[in-house]
């Protein structure tokens, strides 16, 4: 058995859980999921997918992964020997190496974006000049690619350098620092003239866009928003100590989540009404609308190339927590070493995710290979949330709830009794036994055709 790691003090564990949830999803694909499907009706949806599937299978993966101290596969084989459980743990390290696939591509962006601001492209840059240097940046050959290997090469040697005390420094000392820019970018945004519409349309409900497939992709969004249903917070669980307490640890990840996705919400939609861009222009909006935002600012130079890297490293702390679950597999279960098991995972990657970088647009050069009706890149994504992660979830409680049982929940979520949280367990266990697993399968029936709701 390795000596394990562990996060050593609370506001570790807290910036760390955070530094994976609160990453390019807040800023990249909150706000084009809202733009593309009906504003505030689709953020109305996606709360109570956070409410009653986000943050219940949260705790419940910290429950698992504390208990067991061991990866997603072990830590089930741990929990109920002898049975397939452990196949949860499989299907995490499937979703978490789809989703490292394309996360790598548009962290590439992100990099390179840093330099891009740096070198002042961007300075009076007008809105036809913002969407060109994006559309080249995409449809490049070779360019996404090297950033994305760039992006694996600084990943992998953070993981192999040891992870614990990398992540606990870097998330620490940067998410209030991101926090801070994400502000101002509001305050310039919120500013500028016509700035009025984009709230509105951030706050008031569209409806009528709001179909089956938008609600699995809003449950989708808060599995994929939290980094669960794919054994990251098993992992993550298995480094928090005994005093750690669970349910208030997934709480505040997931308000602080929600407030940093209101946020860039904020810097986004407000610009884009301002100038005259589409509201459902997709994932391209962080591209092309902050450094929009910033282009005529006084310092908007510096203060975009700050953004960029802030933004660069939220990026790299998820992708640290994502590339942990395959890399403690590899190590606990195959006795692989660390280095060997992250450079694996990382060549991997490397090799799979350069379909995600060629397809990324409908100009790229795999850009009009279409799989389900989907290109690579939007195929890894959807299959990672709106399939694996929800199906994942859906276990992990049903595991929670029938395998666990109430007694040893309880047990472990008042840290063996030295919480005074009785109320608080009642109400996890009456959310994870009914609720959970019934909004996660009435959605999914929904989504395939065979409900009609
Ligand atoms: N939560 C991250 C985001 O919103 O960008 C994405 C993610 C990270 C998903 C880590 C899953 C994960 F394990």
Do not use: H
């Not at 502000?183 to 509105?200: N, S």
């Not at 497939?213 to 054994?231: R, T, Y």
């Not at 997709?282 to 960029?308: A, D, E, H, Q, R």
């Not at 959807?382 to 709830?401: A, C, E, H, K, Q």
């Amino acid at each position: 058995m390795q000596n394990r790691d562990k996060f050593t003090t609370s506001l570790g564990v807290l910036t760390a859980t955070l530094g994976s949830a609160v990453s390019l999803g807040n800023i990249w694909k909150f706000p084009y999921f809202t733009g593309q499907y009906g504003g505030a009706a689709f953020i109305v949806i996606y709360l109570i997918c956070v409410v009653l599937a986000g943050i219940p299978v949260m705790v419940s993966e910290f429950v698992i992964g504390r208990r067991a101290n061991s990866n997603p596969v072990g830590a089930f084989k741990k929990l109920a020997p002898g049975t397939a459980w452990y196949a949860i743990g499989y299907s995490g390290i499937a979703a978490s190496f789809l989703i490292m696939l394309f996360y790598t591509s548009v962290a590439g962006w992100v990099y390179s974006y840093i330099f891009r601001a740096l070198s002042g492209t961007f300075i009076n840059a007008s809105p036809e000049m913002t969407i060109g240097v994006f559309g080249k940046l995409i449809t490049s050959n070779y360019e996404p690619i090297i950033w994305q290997i760039i992006v694996l090469i600084v990943v992998s040697s953070i993981i192999i350098a040891g992870v614990q005390k990398g992540i606990e420094r870097m998330t620490k000392t940067l998410m209030p620092l991101l926090f801070v820019l994400l502000l101002l970018c509001d305050i310039r945004a919120l500013t500028l003239p016509g700035a009025q519409m984009g709230v509105e349309f951030l706050f008031k409900p569209d409806f009528t866009k709001i179909t089956r497939e938008v609600i699995i992709i809003a449950l989708g969004l808060a599995f994929f928003k939290l980094s669960v249903g794919m054994g990251t917070m098993v992992t993550y669980g298995s480094y928090f100590d005994k005093n750690q307490n669970l349910p208030g640890t997934a709480v505040k990840v997931a308000l602080s989540d929600i407030l940093v996705s209101m946020m860039a919400g904020l810097a986004i939609f407000p610009a884009v009404f301002a100038f005259g861009f589409e509201p459902d222009a997709g994932p391209g909006l962080l591209f092309i609308t902050i450094p929009m935002v910033f282009s005529k600012m006084p310092l908007g130079n510096i203060l975009l190339t700050i953004f960029f890297l802030l933004t660069a490293i939220a990026a790299t702390t998820a992708m640290m927590s994502l590339l942990e679950v395959p890399v403690a597999y590899l190590v606990e279960e195959k006795g692989y070493s660390r280095t060997k098991a992250t450079l694996t995972s990382a060549a991997t990657i490397a090799i799979l995710g350069s379909t995600a970088s060629l397809s990324a647009d409908a100009g790229s050069l795999l850009g009009s290979i279409k799989i389900f009706g989907k290109t690579f890149f939007d195929l890894y994504d959807y299959i990672s949330s709106n399939i694996l992660m929800p199906v994942g979830g859906l276990f992990t409680v049903i595991f929670i709830v029938w395998v666990l049982g109430k007694a040893n929940l309880a047990a472990e979520l008042s840290n063996d009794g030295q919480l005074n949280n009785k109320g608080v367990i009642n109400l996890f266990y009456l959310i994870v036994k009914y609720m959970t697993p019934l909004l996660i399968i009435i959605i999914f029936l929904n989504s395939i055709g065979v409900l009609k709701i």
